[in-house]
């Protein structure tokens, strides 16, 4: 489609490019129009000329779906008049998340286009701590009075739907206290008669402006909303916070602990968009922490020269123990990191996450010291010739491999739950920070066993 595009465009065929956006949805437009923001070899006048041949009707919507860096590119590129019409057509928490992403003098330009009253409830969400539902929520939502019939709540809804974000999910208010929800489902089906206080579900499930919103969208979740109201603390509606809103949230947030996980400080930016040195600086400040706390692995082996010297084929199994510590600690962190996110568990269920993390952690060593054992004397004594490797020596490693999974199990599950007591993203308690701690454990099990069972 984009080489399609092209040749339409470098031929100056606009009219066949406008057929085409109009048979795309909006999502898919604004897609293709990001394909020519990242091809190199696109004149820069191109983009904006694209973006012109769309329908007035659905510009917005696609400017909606473009990133900030796309979208600071074509507002640089628009007149006055132009940024005036993408603004009054936004809705507003897409304005505001513009706006977020923009440059002082960029965000100027789009609150000169927007009128008094947009500007006022601008400024109003800008008000919202960045992590809240207030930050998040739109004020563009149909309100109903109890006292309306079926028939009056349908032509409201018709007068006024038109510019609000969603209209499946209506809200009764009184004195602008939120009393009542109902869905479009609800007033249809009804007589036209029919009360919307007789039809209407009064045990509202809202949230308040400065809920987090990492909560707000987990609600979407348990609920099944498609939109949920925002309400001050005297209950008073402010605002709807919708599903797409939501799951650009649990999109972020999970991209966050994503990053965390893997010891990068977490960026806002598309991979390819991030400069190298704005990599380097995300990267750089755990890989240096986490190689610093590896010293203590290395003072560790130094502090058993003498057993290694005693015994050389000891060395050769490290890695293997690391690994398996490492990856039986990424193991139960994960889940415990997961079901922490999902509510499932908290800091009161640790004893419970412990317990079942021993039993797990027995049946995985005892299985994985097994086939250990049989590996040592078949592979590696046999096989392989080696007469260092012998049961003794087996009955060392083994041992290790048993108390490793054990010992990385519970530090994977507690150190997650202990975070989030402390108000630290459990995310950070992922797999490097506990392989760098499993690590040394397994030395010191390993050389314990070693100097006990071997005559070193």
Same mark, same amino acid.
């Given at each position: 489609?984009?080489? #399609?595009?092209? +040749? @339409?465009?470098?031929?100056?065929?606009y009219k066949a490019i406008r057929e085409i956006f109009m048979d795309m949805n909006e999502a898919d437009v604004a897609a293709l129009l990001q394909q020519f923001y990242d091809d190199h070899e696109v004149e820069k006048y191109e983009l904006p000329l694209l973006?012109?041949?769309l329908n007035?009707?659905?510009?917005?919507?696609?400017?909606?779906?473009?990133?900030?860096?796309?979208?600071?590119?074509?507002?640089?590129?628009? #007149?006055?008049? +132009? @940024?005036?019409?993408i603004v009054d057509d936004l809705y507003l928490d897409d304005t505001v998340d513009i706006i977020e992403e923009m440059p002082a003098n960029v965000v100027a330009r789009i609150i000169k286009s927007a009128d008094t009253?947009?500007?006022?409830?601008?400024?109003?969400?800008?008000?919202y701590p960045k992590d809240s539902a207030g930050s998040i929520m739109t004020t563009e939502y149909v309100y109903l009075h109890r006292s309306y019939t079926a028939k009056e709540a349908l032509d409201w809804i018709r007068h006024v739907g038109m510019v609000k974000e969603t209209v499946n999910t209506l809200y009764v208010t009184e004195s602008r206290k939120l009393v009542g929800v109902l869905s479009l489902l609800d007033i249809v089906t009804a007589d036209d008669n029919d009360k919307i206080e007789d039809i209407m579900e009064d045990n509202v499930i809202s949230v308040d402006t400065?809920?987090?919103?990492?909560?707000?969208?987990?609600?979407?979740?348990?609920?099944?909303?498609?939109?949920?109201?925002?309400v001050d603390r005297e209950n008073r509606m402010v605002g709807i916070v919708t599903f797409d809103d939501a799951m650009d949230v649990i999109e972020e947030e999970t991209t966050e602990d994503f990053e965390k996980m893997a010891a990068i400080l977490p960026s806002d930016k598309p991979y390819l968009r991030t400069g190298v040195f704005e990599t380097w600086k995300s990267r750089i400040p755990w890989l240096m922490l986490l190689m610093l706390s590896a010293t203590f692995t290395g003072i560790i082996i130094t502090s058993f020269e003498s057993a290694l010297a005693a015994c050389v084929v000891l060395t050769s199994f490290i890695p293997?123990?690391?690994?398996?510590?490492?990856?039986?600690?990424?193991?139960?962190?994960?889940?415990?990191?997961?079901?922490?996110?999902?509510?499932?568990?908290d800091f009161s269920d640790l004893v419970a996450v412990v317990w079942k993390e021993i039993r797990v952690a027995v049946l995985c060593g005892v299985c994985l010291a097994a086939a250990n054992f049989v590996k040592m004397m078949v592979v590696d004594r046999w096989l392989m010739h080696n007469p260092e490797v012998t049961p003794l020596v087996a009955l060392v490693v083994c041992?290790?491999?048993?108390?490793?999974v054990l010992c990385a199990k519970v530090v994977g599950c507690t150190l997650p739950m202990a975070a989030e007591k402390l108000g630290i993203d459990p995310a950070v308690m992922a797999s490097p920070f506990i392989t760098t701690i499993v690590d040394a454990l397994s030395l010191l099990i390993y050389f314990f066993f070693a100097t006990w069972i071997l005559p070193l």
């Open positions: 489609m984009f080489n #399609t595009v092209l +040749e @339409l465009l470098r031929s100056r065929n973006f012109r041949l007035k009707d659905v510009a917005a919507d696609v400017f909606a779906y473009m990133d900030s860096d796309t979208q600071m590119m074509l507002i640089n590129a628009f #007149t006055d008049k +132009e @940024l005036q019409e009253e947009t500007r006022k409830q601008i400024n109003q969400i800008l008000k400065l809920e987090d919103k990492e909560y707000v969208a987990s609600m979407f979740s348990k609920y099944d909303f498609i939109s949920l109201p925002v293997m123990l690391s690994g398996t510590g490492g990856n039986s600690g990424s193991q139960s962190s994960v889940a415990v990191i997961r079901a922490l996110s999902l509510d499932e568990i041992l290790t491999l048993v108390f490793t």
